[in-house]
């Protein structure tokens, strides 16, 4: 009897410590800028309606902003640990090298690296990693593009005439993009942009300008002018400032004929007339689904990748300045993504080299490039299948680096 | 003409004040500093002012982790302090503190990265001493040349070495971070040339030899025949060259030393704290040190005061910043005005205000 009683009371206490762990998720959130700052804003924003959507109260998640690329990282995770954080989120890529120490030493909490790309090779089950398809938002944005540059066209407000230098030598439109740096991860982005675009306006030529930083309103500015100059229609860009689509306006008001795609917020309060919309992250969906999970004491997936399935990624607001008919193309094309019908990276529609792709094996094995040494061993997987390659799904990570005809990259 | 009017407050410099007056000074120093800052936190940022200080405090003495951090960061402050004591008390102004621990981190970082895994780790460990040891005094060496042989200003000279270092810095990273967007950290997966850890944490070993260097430095300056030079160079350059000293071969010396021991603080740095190496290894540290080294007089168990006290303003300040969601200019004003006040008392130690009197007095022989 007194043996059933223990037992009985063992069963409650692990019920009790079961329900009060799910209830008392507290979440760390290590962020790598702070509220002025559109990409950081836009993790905020989807963390804050992540937690009223589960109704958790503002205790229950602890903020570090401003926090670098470095050992300030993992501080800062050890420290959210020591509030008492069972669940750690950086929303910077740079940040996985740190979190994944703090990782292995505390295996009781769950780290999530967002954008990060090594966690399913870690072997830790307490680790990893999650970002959107916005490769596919950004097509869509590409399609709003080449609906506009269409309208030009056809009105006659873009000819060589009125302004030679926007045709090259062969007479393809030029447009430009501003990129952050040289990774798959702004490849990925650009391509499905140009793909986007040029399915509306097949003879068109693009430009990509590096600015080699995430976040710098005067660079991003600069190559947006120098893009510009150089006879560029369209701008888009992989960066997160409103340089760019600042001067875009300017270059449009001084009398250029140019518009602006912007990245994660609308640029219309920055760029009224310039801007025709943004591809944005819609974070809470994710982050509903990760706070859920760990509520329920849930598996979660080392790589979370989702797109307009989910309504993990949309577009802004279109602009007053976008071409008759946008909004139904847009809803159009969104719907053939949806249902599979269209792929972003069809391989019917680009070449490499001048030739159409077969077969992109991609290797997913992380390297130490100082020392050349293999830091986590992955597989190679065969990425094209049934003739479109595959993004984002052998890891959350973007993975396209292909550099496809029509693409020139200024470094 | 105006000579005649006396004005409102003149300063007079104080022969050497008695410690109760020091002490007397700072505290009201600090005092004022807490009114100020009270009546910045009231009327700015609308917070109880008690409910903040508690906060700041928290920053560095909440729980054992935040005070171990404060530790670790508190040896690389006083570290670089430590090696400018020598170079300041010999007035030679060696702004290059920050350049000099990049060249002894950048040296220490090029080890580990080419002969990590590939020795073994005793061997590795003293290179990667030797070579920060010998990158850091060969950039204190350089102005240090220039300054004996060819009278160079040193403060400019130390100065540019720095960014000098900081490109050389950027070029390696960029070349060792390959493919990757960041270098993380060096030998992640060896863990080569990474510090053993020391009572749990591997920046331990950066206290102890901070603690280490605190005695030895305070004997060098204060009872060696080298520290004693150095004090006389300091001090007037000629009487040193009457007394038989000479003065190049005491710059060259010390800048070397002071170079060394900045190196040194790099090879710490990149083996007990960060395990990788950027521009921003030093952190702004080599300029703050020179506050530290000044503050003190080059007394280092003052310094190791100053830089308690350094530390503790900075992570209190961030801690204010994350609890009240406040952006960190307000939190850094909040820790700057304490700082102010506490700079500011050392010129009312040195320096006594004299206010005008009714009583007319014989006024300074020159009025211009």
């Known amino acids: ?411 | 003409m105006a000579g005649n009017h006396e004005p409102l407050m003149r300063v007079v410099k104080r022969g050497e004040s008695p410690f109760k007056l020091k002490l007397l000074v700072r505290l009201i120093a600090v005092l004022m500093a807490l009114i100020v800052d009270a009546l910045f936190i009231y009327f700015v940022t609308g917070l109880n002012p008690l409910v903040v200080y508690t906060t700041m405090f928290k920053g560095t003495f909440s729980t054992p982790m935040r005070f171990s951090w404060a530790m670790r960061d508190l040896a690389s402050l006083l570290l670089i302090g430590i090696a400018l004591a020598p170079a300041f008390k010999m007035r030679f102004w060696n702004i290059g503190a920050e350049g000099q621990v990049l060249m002894g981190a950048l040296a220490t970082a090029a080890v580990m990265v080419y002969y990590g895994g590939k020795v073994p780790n005793a061997v590795l460990y003293a290179a990667m001493l030797v070579a920060a040891v010998f990158a850091g005094a060969l950039w204190g060496f350089i102005p240090g040349w220039f300054k004996a042989r060819l009278g160079t200003n040193e403060t400019l000279f130390t100065l540019m070495m720095n960014y000098v270092a900081i490109q050389l810095v950027a070029c390696c990273v960029n070349i060792w971070r390959g493919q990757a967007s960041g270098l993380g950290k060096l030998n992640m997966k060896s863990k080569a040339g990474w510090f053993p850890q020391l009572f749990g944490q591997r920046y331990n070993i950066n206290l102890i030899v901070a603690a280490l260097l605190v005695i030895l430095m305070y004997c060098y300056l204060r009872y060696s025949k080298q520290g004693y030079e150095i004090a006389v160079v300091g001090e007037s350059e000629n009487t040193a060259r009457y007394a038989g000293i000479n003065v190049g071969k005491v710059i060259i010396r010390t800048m070397i030393l002071s170079g060394a021991l900045c190196g040194l603080t790099g090879f710490l740095i990149v083996g007990g704290r960060d395990q990788t190496i950027s521009t921003t290894t030093a952190g702004g540290n080599g300029f703050t040190a020179i506050i530290v080294a000044w503050l003190a007089k080059f007394n280092t168990f003052y310094m190791a005061l100053i830089s308690f006290l350094l530390i503790f303003l900075e992570k209190g300040a961030g801690e204010i910043a994350s609890a009240y969601n406040l952006n960190d200019f307000a939190s850094d004003i909040i820790a700057g005005i304490i700082l102010f006040f506490i700079l500011g008392s050392e010129f009312f130690i040195n320096y006594k205000p004299i206010f005008r009197t009714g009583r007319h007095e014989t006024l300074s022989k020159e009025a211009a």
């Open chain 1, 1 to 411: 009897m007194k043996k059933f009683i223990a037992l009985v009371l063992a069963c409650v206490l692990c019920l009790f410590a079961c329900s009060a762990l799910a209830a008392d998720l507290k979440v760390g959130v290590i962020l790598v800028g702070d509220e002025t700052e559109g990409y950081t804003l836009a993790h905020m924003n989807g963390i804050k309606a992540a937690a009223a959507n589960l109704g958790l109260a503002d205790s229950q998640i602890v903020w570090k902003y401003k926090t670098p690329e470095d050992q300030t990282c993992y501080d800062a995770a050890l420290d959210c640990i020591g509030q008492g954080c069972n669940l750690i989120i950086s929303n910077s890529y740079g940040h996985q090298t740190y979190m994944v120490l703090a990782a292995e030493e505390y295996p009781d909490v769950t780290f999530v690296a967002m954008t990060g790309d090594f966690a399913a090779l870690t072997g830790l089950d307490n680790f990893k990693n999650a970002f959107t398809k916005v490769f596919e938002a950004r097509y869509v944005s590409g399609v709003v593009a080449g609906m506009k540059l269409a309208e030009l066209l056809e009105t006659g407000a873009l000819s060589p005439e009125k302004q030679p230098n926007s045709f090259d030598a062969d007479g393809n439109v030029k447009i430009g993009y501003v990129g952050a740096f040289d990774y798959a991860e702004v490849v990925s982005g650009y391509t499905a942009f140009f793909l986007g675009l040029r399915s509306i306006v097949p003879n068109v030529a693009m430009e990509v300008n590096y600015t080699n930083s995430w976040f710098d309103i005067d660079k991003e500015a600069a190559a947006a002018e120098a893009l510009i100059a150089k006879g560029c229609v369209i701008i888009g860009q992989h960066a997160d400032s409103t340089g760019a689509p600042a001067a875009t306006q300017k270059l449009l008001d001084a009398g250029n004929v140019c518009y602006s795609v912007g990245y994660n917020v609308d640029m219309l309060p920055t760029a009224p007339t310039a801007a025709l919309t943004s591809p944005t992250n819609e974070w809470s969906v994710f982050y509903t689904e990760l706070f859920t999970k760990m509520q329920n004491g849930e598996e979660i997936a080392a790589d979370w990748a989702e797109g307009f399935d989910a309504d993990a990624v949309a577009i802004t607001e279109l602009g007053s300045s976008c071409a008759a008919g946008t909004a139904e193309k847009v809803a159009e094309v969104i719907a053939a993504i949806k249902d599979g019908s269209l792929k972003v990276f069809d391989a019917s529609t680009f070449t490499v080299d001048g030739a159409t792709l077969t077969s992109a094996p991609v290797d997913m094995t992380i390297m130490d490039w100082a020392t050349m040494t293999v830091a986590y061993e992955g597989e190679t997987y065969e990425a094209i299948v049934d003739g479109a390659f595959e993004e984002s799904t052998f890891r959350s990570a973007p993975y396209f680096a292909l550099r496809i005809d029509g693409i020139t990259e200024i470094k």
